[in-house]
Structures are given as structure tokens and as C-alpha cells.
């Protein structure tokens, strides 16, 4: 079980994203108001704040947003998590892993600064599948991972 740590959205792409404290998901859409919402498979993104420390630790001055995460997470492992797996935001919303990092075409401002950035390997990014409000303090919940296939040998 983990929690919601930041809501946050942006007007356009390619820049960070600020905390609104609190928002909607859109089945089949996106976080409301977020620029990056749309009919595809990275509707929402999703960032954990222990990623975000490894980047504070190097001494960077960065916080939930700013690498344009929708969501900053706490308490559980979402890199970690297979594709497929369905996640229970808030009471209401529910969204399925659809794609862990991402390639970064060009080099955002924070790996100018520090020479990384977690995201292209840390992000993940989830379908809508139910909408619903939520907001910072909300529980993350994993509520469905996939099955593995069995072969016979």
C-alpha cells in the first residue's frame, strides 16, 4: 500500500508540472486539465518521491512536478510493477500499468544539471480505466497484478 504524495499538471508538454493537491481522472483520458491526458497508452504518469530523493541527494533542488510526473508516489515500488498491473487510486479510480520509463529524445534540464534523471527509468505510466477524484494523502493500492503463464516442460 502506498499513498499519493502530489497531484500535479501542466498546460504544455516538455515542461515540469506544478502540484494542484488534488484532481480527476478521466476513464479513458487522463488526469483532468493535464496536458498529456488523451485516447493513448501514457495517460498518466507516475513517479515515486524515493526517486525524487536519489536526485536531491545529488544535489539537485527538485521536487514532485518537476520531472513532469502526474503523480508522485510514496510507499510502494511502482517501477517495480509488471505491466498489466491494476492500481486502485483514491477510493474510486483504477488504472493499469501500461509502459515502465521512457525514452528521452532530448536531454531534459535536469540531466543537464546532474548527468541523470530517473524518470526514463522510474517513470511509469498508466491507462485510465475508471476515473474518479483524488488528492494528496489518497491510498495507492495494487489490487490486481497479472499472471504469469506456466509451461510445461
Same mark, same amino acid.
Given at each position: 500500500?502506498?499513498?499519493?504524495?502530489?497531484?500535479?499538471?501542466?498546460?504544455?508538454?516538455?515542461?515540469?508540472?506544478?502540484?494542484?493537491?488534488?484532481?480527476?481522472?478521466?476513464?479513458?483520458?487522463?488526469?483532468? $486539465?493535464?496536458?498529456?491526458?488523451?485516447?493513448?497508452?501514457?495517460?498518466?504518469?507516475?513517479?515515486?518521491?524515493?526517486?525524487?530523493?536519489?536526485?536531491?541527494?545529488?544535489?539537485?533542488?527538485?521536487?514532485?512536478?518537476?520531472?513532469?510526473?502526474?503523480?508522485?508516489?510514496?510507499?510502494?515500488?511502482?517501477?517495480?510493477?509488471?505491466? $498489466?498491473?491494476?492500481?486502485?487510486?483514491?477510493?474510486?479510480?483504477? $488504472?493499469?500499468?501500461?509502459?515502465?520509463?521512457?525514452?528521452?529524445?532530448?536531454?531534459?534540464?535536469?540531466?543537464?544539471?546532474? $548527468?541523470?534523471?530517473?524518470?526514463?527509468?522510474?517513470?511509469?505510466?498508466?491507462?485510465?480505466?475508471?476515473?474518479?477524484?483524488?488528492?494528496?494523502?489518497?491510498?495507492?493500492?495494487?489490487?490486481?497484478?497479472?499472471?504469469?503463464?506456466?509451461?510445461?516442460?
Amino acid at each position: 500500500m502506498g499513498r499519493i504524495v502530489a497531484v500535479c499538471t501542466s498546460r504544455n508538454t516538455g515542461e515540469r508540472k506544478k502540484n494542484i493537491g488534488r484532481g480527476t481522472l478521466i476513464a479513458g483520458h487522463g488526469l483532468e $486539465g493535464d496536458a498529456h491526458a488523451g485516447p493513448w497508452h501514457r495517460q498518466v504518469s507516475l513517479l515515486a518521491i524515493e526517486s525524487i530523493r536519489k536526485m536531491q541527494n545529488k544535489g539537485l533542488d527538485v521536487g514532485p512536478g518537476d520531472f513532469a510526473e502526474n503523480i508522485t508516489t510514496e510507499g510502494i515500488e511502482i517501477a517495480a510493477l509488471p505491466l $498489466g498491473t491494476k492500481l486502485r487510486l483514491g477510493k474510486e479510480a483504477i $488504472g493499469e500499468v501500461t509502459q515502465i520509463g521512457k525514452e528521452c529524445h532530448s536531454r531534459c534540464a535536469i540531466y543537464h544539471q546532474a $548527468g541523470d534523471c530517473v524518470m526514463p527509468r522510474e517513470g511509469v505510466f498508466i491507462r485510465v480505466l475508471q476515473g474518479g477524484p483524488i488528492e494528496v494523502g489518497d491510498e495507492i493500492e495494487i489490487i490486481e497484478t497479472p499472471q504469469k503463464e506456466v509451461t510445461e516442460k
